[in-house]
């Protein structure tokens, strides 16, 4: 009874760790602090600035397959009502977590105006790339 319980968690994590990304599994709301002085507001979104996180709210992560490829769009809320700008990166990851190289990692400026909605769109380097992770800085 016991090995076939484990049996179906294990299936139940593998599943699960293939799905795509939705707005369902973002995580909370509440950015936890990491090494470095960033702060991941979920699984997926890391923010390195106080004043941003205060300021944005993830409002939705949808991620899917497109010619191979996964593509993934993160909305972004200004929640204040001034106008301010920030820059983004997408890092792309094989299943088993080893970083995808290739083209992108590169900063992408964007300009919000006061409580607007943006989004933010990566498309992988490579078919490997199965996991993202997209950071968030302010604009230098």
């Known amino acids: 009874m016991v090995k076939k319980l484990l049996c179906i968690i294990a299936c139940g994590v593998l599943i699960s760790s293939c799905a795509p990304v939705t707005s369902s599994n973002i995580g909370g709301g509440q950015a936890l602090p990491q090494k470095?002085?960033?702060y991941a507001y979920s699984n997926y979104v890391l923010i390195n600035n106080r004043a941003l996180l205060r300021d944005l709210q993830i409002t939705d992560i949808k991620s899917r397959m497109v010619n191979g490829l996964m593509q993934v769009q993160v909305q972004?809320?200004?929640k204040s009502s001034r106008n301010f700008s920030?820059?983004?990166?997408?890092?792309?990851?094989?299943a088993e977590g080893f970083q995808v190289f290739g083209v992108g990692g590169h900063w992408t400026p964007v300009q919000v105006t006061g409580?607007?909605?943006k989004s933010l769109i990566g498309v992988a380097?490579?078919?490997?790339a199965q996991q993202f992770r997209v950071k968030i800085r302010k604009s230098k």
């Open 36 to 38: 470095g002085g960033d």
């Open 76 to 78: 972004v809320l200004n």
């Open 86 to 94: 920030f820059d983004y990166s997408f890092s792309w990851f094989d």
């Open 115 to 117: 409580n607007e909605v």
């Open 125 to 128: 380097p490579k078919p490997e």
